[in-house]
Each structure stands twice: as C-alpha cells, then as structure tokens.
C-alpha cells in the first residue's frame, strides 16, 4: 500500500528538477499525476514516466494557469494534491534588477503560487485536499543577490499561513524550504568543485541536497502522515541556516 494511494496529484514545474522527483515519488506512492509546466517537451517526456498527464502553462499568466490546473483536474478525475513548485531564480545586486527581472521573479514564485491556490480551492473545498508550496531558505533569511527571489519566497511561506487559516479544515496548506539541492537550477554553482567543496563543509550533514530529500519531504507533507500538519514550513536543508557566524567565530578562538 501506497502513501499515497487514490490520491490525484498536480505537480507545477514537474517537468525538472524537484518537480520531476516529486512527480515520481507521489507516483511511486500510488497518486496519480498531471504536470503544468512551461517546457511542453520536458512535461510530456516526465509525465510519460509517471503514467501521468502534461499541461503546458506560464504559472505567472493567470489565465493560463487557471486553465492548466482545470484541465489537469479533469483530467485526473479530480485533484487532491497540489504542489505549486514551479519557480525561477537570479543572482546580482539588488538595485541591478530590471523592473522586467523583477516581475518574473515575483510573477512565477509568488504570484504562480497565488494563481495555484487560487485555482486549487474552488476544486478541493467539498472534497478536501492538501496544498504544498515551494518556498526555500532564501525566505526564511535572504540570501545575498538574490534579493528578489528571497522576497519571492518569504511571501510564499506568508501566503502558505494565511491559505492554512483560510480553507482549514477542508486543505491543508504546507511549504518546504529547500537549502541548496542540485538541480538543474544550480548546476552551474555545484559544477565547480571547489564550490561544491565548500558547500559540503557548510552544511551540518555534510552534503549538498538531492531532489528526492526534498520530493520525500513534500511526500510527507501530502500523505495522511500530515494530517494534523497545516500552516507549516518544513525546512530541508541539512543544518545549513542554524550555524551562527559570530558565535562560531568566538567558539574557534577557543578552539572549541
Ligand atoms: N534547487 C534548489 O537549490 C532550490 C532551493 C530552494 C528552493 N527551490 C525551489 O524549488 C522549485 C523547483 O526548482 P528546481 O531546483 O527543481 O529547478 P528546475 O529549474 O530544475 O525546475 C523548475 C521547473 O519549473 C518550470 N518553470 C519555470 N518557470 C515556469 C513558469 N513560468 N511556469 C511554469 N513552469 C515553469 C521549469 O520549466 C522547470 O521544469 C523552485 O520553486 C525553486 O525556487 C530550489
């Protein structure tokens, strides 16, 4: 038996990375899957591994989205899971962005997610379901260039309390806040070595993350192993906000 056995899931940017390995687990887990993703050969080509369903939409275009996550539900014969994953970063000084870099960072991280919930309710409310948003780290603290997308993300953990105080009882609303994680979206950081060298060192376990730590993470929070959990943000990523740099620095003094 499954976690997730009878469950009907719709997984934006399933197409790659996180998306992808999440689609693959719920699926492994007995849901079955539809994909709303921007890359209509990646989203057809995942969703065929998934026995599932791929539905080409920009999450940042309302319309589109709405439409999508519809089709996708009708598709499945319903929808009881959402995980609105979708999302795109940058890095560079803050009073660099563009007003244009600006509002994709914001329209596919944050609006995305609003435009996902927006449609998921009306299709969960009698039935009942369970929302996972994608937020990350960078939300809980900026992380350094990445101003926007750190913005982004703290309204996504925002916005996944205030959805929780909304649709309890009938949805449960949860967030993951991935550290780093390798995927294609980091691949040009963790390809250097010594980057990813130092990365391990910085991480409490010791390791940069896998897709599938965080998609076992979004698993959970899906599966009636949650069913009490709402309104939470589960941070995955292996220790590496808790260290505190002055403190450390004053440990090492005494070679502690
Ligand atoms: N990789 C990390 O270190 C990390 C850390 C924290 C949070 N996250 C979050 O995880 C999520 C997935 O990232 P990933 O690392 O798997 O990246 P990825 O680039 O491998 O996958 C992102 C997916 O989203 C799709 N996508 C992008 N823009 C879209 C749009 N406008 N509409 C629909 N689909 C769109 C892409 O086509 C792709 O399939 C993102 O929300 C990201 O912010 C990632």
Redesign the pocket.
């Known amino acids: 038996m499954g976690l997730l056995d009878g469950q009907r899931a719709v997984v934006?940017?399933?197409?790659?990375?996180?998306?992808?390995?999440t689609a693959r687990r719920m699926h492994e887990e007995g849901a079955s899957i539809a994909i709303?993703?921007?890359?209509d050969a990646?989203?057809v080509a995942i969703a065929a591994s998934v026995d599932g369903r791929a539905f080409t939409?920009?999450?940042?275009?309302p319309d589109a989205?709405a439409a999508a996550i519809n089709a996708a539900a009708e598709a499945l014969g319903g929808m009881s899971i959402l995980f609105n994953?979708?999302?795109?970063?940058a890095a560079r000084p803050l009073h660099e962005y563009s007003d244009r870099a600006w509002a994709?960072l914001i329209?596919?991280?944050l609006a995305?997610t609003f435009h996902g919930i927006r449609a998921a309710v009306p299709l969960m409310r009698e039935s009942g379901g369970c929302i996972v948003n994608?937020?990350?780290?960078?939300g809980v603290r900026p992380t350094r260039f990445e101003g926007p997308?750190s913005a982004a993300?703290a309204g996504v953990i925002s916005l996944t309390m205030d959805a929780a105080l909304e649709y309890a009882p009938a949805i449960r609303v949860n967030c993951?806040?991935?550290?780093?994680?390798?995927?294609?979206?980091?691949a040009g950081v963790l390809g250097d070595e010594s980057l990813r060298a130092a990365v391990d060192a910085a991480t409490p376990m010791a390791r940069v993350?896998s897709?599938d730590d965080?998609a076992n993470a979004v698993v959970f929070l899906a599966s009636p192993l949650a069913s009490y959990i709402t309104g939470h943000n589960l941070v995955v990523d292996g220790g590496s906000y808790l260290p505190n740099a002055q403190a450390d620095a004053i440990l090492r003094q005494f070679g502690m």
Not at 57 to 61: E, I, K, L
Not at 134 to 138: N, P
């Open positions: 934006t940017g399933g197409a790659s990375g996180i998306g992808a390995a709303v993703d921007i890359d990646a989203g939409a920009d999450v940042s275009d989205c994953n979708a999302g795109v970063g994709k329209g596919v991280n995305g994608h937020a990350s780290v960078s997308y993300k993951v806040s991935p550290g780093l994680i390798e995927t294609p979206l980091t993350g897709a965080v």
